[in-house]
């Protein structure tokens, strides 16, 4: 099995296990992004507006001023960002319900099923390969992943966390049982 040159495989302090873990993950990642790769591409959209559309399809409807601190950048930029989401009609400004002063912003059906549409390619990808694990790996990896999802629940102290963590406390396990 051929692997991609990694940076990580030229560092000594990473040990043996984690550097090919890491190996892994990009070669998965790279091929689950490679059939939609054109699709992508053809997407004319930058960055931040992908971003934008990303954090909208999991948090709206949120301000402008919400949209600036979640994506870590100035309340001009956000303004920008949503004013061409705007033009292109995958993302709509609102009237805040309570406060008539503050305007929501969120996703259209376009803008929505344009994020369920890029999303859908990859993880129907993700069933098949999955599906395709013998039952005791595919347990080994639903092991590892939920170990290192508690991990990365601790490590982040923001309240989305504290609720993605009491979510998949209640969500089905992926572990086959025999």
Do not use: C, Y
Not at 169 to 174: F, H, K, R, V, Y
């Amino acid at each position: 099995m051929t692997h991609q040159t990694l940076q990580v495989e030229d560092d000594d302090d990473i040990p043996t296990a984690i550097r090919e873990m890491l190996v892994a993950q990009r070669a998965v990642f790279r091929r689950l992004l490679h059939p939609r790769g054109d699709e992508w591409i053809r997407l004319d959209l930058s960055m931040g507006q992908l971003k934008t559309l990303m954090v909208l399809a999991s948090q709206a409807p949120m301000t402008v001023s919400q949209l600036a601190e979640t994506l870590d950048v100035g309340k001009p930029t956000a303004s920008v960002l949503v004013d061409r989401l705007v033009n292109l009609r995958l993302v709509m400004r609102t009237e805040d319900a309570e406060d008539r002063r503050r305007t929501l912003v969120a996703l259209t059906t376009e803008g929505s099923e344009l994020v369920t549409h890029l999303r859908q390619g990859s993880k129907d990808t993700l069933i098949r390969w999955l599906s395709a694990l013998a039952p005791a790996d595919l347990a080994a990896l639903t092991r590892g992943m939920q170990a290192l999802a508690a991990i990365a629940e601790q490590d982040d102290p923001s309240p989305e966390a504290s609720k993605a963590a009491k979510a998949s406390e209640t969500a089905p396990t992926l572990i086959p049982s025999n």
